[in-house]
């Protein structure tokens, strides 16, 4: 079956410009995660939603960074006032329920901020 | 808080080689243990996970893990390594329980370089 996809795979975009992100999980996954992936932080978690519940932000660097999921499937990674540092590739993955399932990428977006 | 160490920025190995690739874990509670493998300009593909039960797990490709839980590793192994395995691996950890395992916590990767 068709796994997680995103787009656009790349993306530039000048310092202070906004940038949406889409990810598209994976049909049946109710649980969805943001993940950005640079040099010098390696991976690291963003935002989790699962179901109808309030998402996990604890992950989100700064109020720049927002994210929605509408209608339990489709999620928007909406960064704001870029700033060279957002450069980084952005990961999404889904998986369903609980915590032993097992997250499946999506092959990512790579941002570059100019 | 979960934590994640590989040790080693890099394994170089030779074709037909047995592969080991290290990763040790902290957690407060049980772990559930996962390898991933990314490709260049590819995402993470899954390879193995431990969640519970034999400490043994096989996985896709050929490799394997082991779940030791006395010295809180979970290293990746082949036995037979190939030119293809070439990749950057990732070893991940999340909690059972309490809002830290609302995610998977990855080590800093491991390049692997098999040369034939």
């Known amino acids: 079956g068709a796994g997680v996809s995103q787009s656009p795979s790349n993306k530039v975009t000048e310092k202070g410009k906004d940038v949406e992100l889409r990810c598209d999980p994976i049909?049946?996954?109710?649980?969805l995660y943001w993940y950005r992936q640079s040099l010098g932080q390696g991976l690291e978690f963003l935002i989790y939603?699962?179901?109808?519940?309030?998402?996990?932000k604890s992950g989100l660097p700064s109020d720049r960074f927002s994210a929605e999921r509408t209608g339990g499937s489709v999620s928007t990674l909406t960064i704001q006032r870029t700033q060279q540092e957002d450069s980084a590739v952005y990961l999404c993955?889904?998986?369903?329920?609980?915590?032993?399932?097992?997250?499946?990428f999506g092959p990512g977006t790579r941002l570059t901020v100019l | 808080a979960q934590s994640v160490a590989q040790p080693e920025d890099q394994v170089n190995v030779a074709e037909g080689n047995p592969l080991t690739v290290k990763c040790t874990y902290s957690?407060?509670?049980?772990?559930?243990l996962f390898w991933y493998v990314q490709y260049p300009n590819r995402g993470l593909q899954f390879l193995l996970k431990?969640?519970?039960?034999?400490?043994l797990v096989k996985g896709s490709y050929g490799f394997e893990a082991e779940f030791n839980k006395s010295q809180t590793s979970f290293h990746l192994k082949k036995p037979s390594a190939l030119v293809s395995d070439s990749a950057l691996y990732f070893c991940?950890?999340?909690?059972?329980?309490?809002?830290?395992?609302?995610?998977?916590?990855f080590g800093g990767g491991t390049r692997l370089m098999v040369k034939p």
């Open positions: 049909s049946g996954h109710t649980a």
């Open positions: 991940a950890v999340r909690e059972l329980f309490n809002n830290a395992g609302n995610m998977l916590t």
């Open positions: 993955a889904s998986s369903l329920a609980r915590r032993t399932d097992t997250q499946y």
């Open positions: 939603f699962q179901g109808n519940s309030a998402p996990d």
């Open positions: 957690v407060s509670g049980n772990p559930y």
């Open positions: 431990y969640i519970t039960g034999d400490n």
